[in-house]
């Protein structure tokens, strides 16, 4: 059974500082991990994606993760937050096999302070 | 590239009523999802297509709900007859397949149970 865990349901940085939101996941086998962001009044937009190939991803808008198996962790990471960067993120995990089913994060509120 | 599309974008009915919402997926994508996103909380998935037959619907409260994909293709989600705490977004997506594949998301269509 897969499972995920966002650990802080928010997050507050100001703006030009480092972000960083953290994912745990649980899985039977090697899981794709995603990060979606949700901004207010907005659809869900795929930020990154990890499916097994390079541990270090890049994704838009200056984002990145690294998928660490000894930690069970995907943590998102931007070095500089923008304004524009205030939403709500999902981490996401997704089966790879067939008895394994989608599991959303309960997601993290970030904050940018002028 | 069309996206997901789903409509209506916003429904407001009474309890007891029953509502409908239609999702028409990416061409292609074998697999749909839907989602009911209440405000405040992540995706929770309700039932999972592949083609037109169900994948995984142990989240769909069948008492109340019901949802098809005939011909595999758009699909429908049914609440009869609405309760108070069905308020919330109602997210459709879909994906190439169900392994390892991104989803992409369409706009939701917002109920609002009075």
């Known amino acids: ?114 | 590239e069309a996206g997901v599309a789903q409509s209506p974008r916003y429904k407001i009915i009474e309890k007891r009523q029953s509502v409908a919402f239609w999702c028409n997926p990416i061409s292609g994508h074998a697999t749909l999802y839907w989602y009911q996103q209440i405000l405040g909380q992540g995706p929770k998935l309700l039932i999972q297509f592949q083609n037109n037959g169900v994948v995984d619907d142990s989240q769909l409260p069948k008492d109340r709900f019901s949802a098809e994909r005939l011909k595999g293709v758009d699909s429908t989600l049914k609440i009869q007859p609405a309760k108070l705490e069905d308020s919330a977004v109602y997210l459709c997506a879909s994906s190439l397949n169900r392994v390892g594949n991104e989803q992409f998301f369409g706009p939701g269509t917002r109920l609002t149970v009075l």
């Open chain 1, 1 to 114: 059974a897969q499972s995920v865990t966002q650990l802080d349901s928010h997050v507050s940085v100001s703006e030009g500082t480092p972000v960083l939101l953290r994912c745990n996941y649980s899985s039977s086998y090697s899981p794709s991990l995603f990060w979606y962001v949700q901004h207010p009044n907005k659809g869900l937009q795929l930020l990154l994606k990890y499916t097994s190939a390079a541990t270090l991803v890049k994704g838009i808008n200056g984002f990145e993760a690294e998928f660490k198996k000894s930690e069970t962790s995907f943590h998102l990471t931007k070095p500089s937050a923008h304004m524009s960067d205030a939403a709500e993120y999902f981490c996401v995990v997704s089966p790879m096999n067939r008895d394994d089913k989608i599991i959303f994060g309960k997601g993290t509120r970030l904050h940018i302070l002028p």
